[in-house]
């Protein structure tokens, strides 16, 4: 199994549409975790970091599920800029604290 | 403009050649990972460098290998190379030291092409 997993996508979606992404993680003892945005051909830039208690930031809400082991990231009313990768991003623990990311969600906005 | 920079932005080598990229990291900076993107998958982790010393290493052969500068700055060094190391090659900065808590702070990234 893959330290961090996510569906690939693409997701493809309607401005205004609400949209959600999950990632799941296999070291329990992971210590914090993020969201990264990547644009085409652009390096990740972080989105958001993702606290037990869920956070929010404007149309962008992350939650984290430590009993699953997953983060969500759930983007509401679309716009077509938007479109990007999203990556997660865990920070696993133990020994390694070394940021491992998945392979990233690919979202689409269409007009 | 996350301070990091790297250099080349784009070369292509062939096979068996050696490669040399450069990451300056932003400034108060002390860690430097580096990271290799494949087209369409997320950045693979290949080494992370803290005060002049490789503090991880992902699962890459020894023909990859590292430095970092007195000044934080690094390099990556791939030897012998294979047509699978054609990528997107990511440095990044943080203050995390050997516990990288927070954000990743990222270069534009060196696109290696190997023909």
């Known amino acids: 199994r893959k330290e961090v997993e996510q569906d690939p996508g693409p997701f493809n979606v309607p401005e205004g549409a609400t949209v959600a992404f999950n990632c799941t993680y296999s070291?329990?003892?992971?210590?914090?975790f993020f969201w990264y945005r990547q644009d085409c051909r652009k390096e990740p830039k972080l989105l958001m970091s993702v606290y037990s208690s869920g956070n929010e930031d404007g149309r962008f809400t992350a939650q984290l599920n430590r009993a699953s082991q997953y983060i969500s990231l759930l983007i509401r009313d679309s716009k077509l800029s938007d479109s990007a990768t999203y990556l997660c991003v865990v920070n696993p623990s133990g020994g390694s604290y070394i940021p491992t990311f998945g392979r990233g969600t690919s979202l689409i906005v269409h007009p | 403009e996350t301070g990091v920079t790297q250099s080349p932005t784009h070369l292509i080598k062939t096979r068996g050649q050696q490669v040399t990229l450069r990451c300056s990291s932003q400034s108060g900076h002390n860690t430097v990972s580096w990271y290799q993107q494949a087209l369409g998958q997320g950045p693979q982790f290949i080494f992370q460098y803290y005060r002049e010393e490789e503090n991880g290493r992902g699962n890459f052969p020894p023909r990859f290998s590292g430095l970092q500068f007195p000044n934080y700055s690094s390099e990556l060094n791939v030897n012998a190379l294979e047509l699978d190391d054609s990528a997107l090659y990511l440095c990044?900065?943080?203050?995390?030291?050997?516990?990288?808590?927070?954000?990743?702070?990222f270069g534009e990234g060196s696109r290696l092409t190997v023909l």
């Open positions: 070291n329990s003892a992971s210590q914090s």
């Open positions: 990044a900065s943080s203050s995390g030291g050997d516990r990288v808590y927070g954000e990743l702070f």
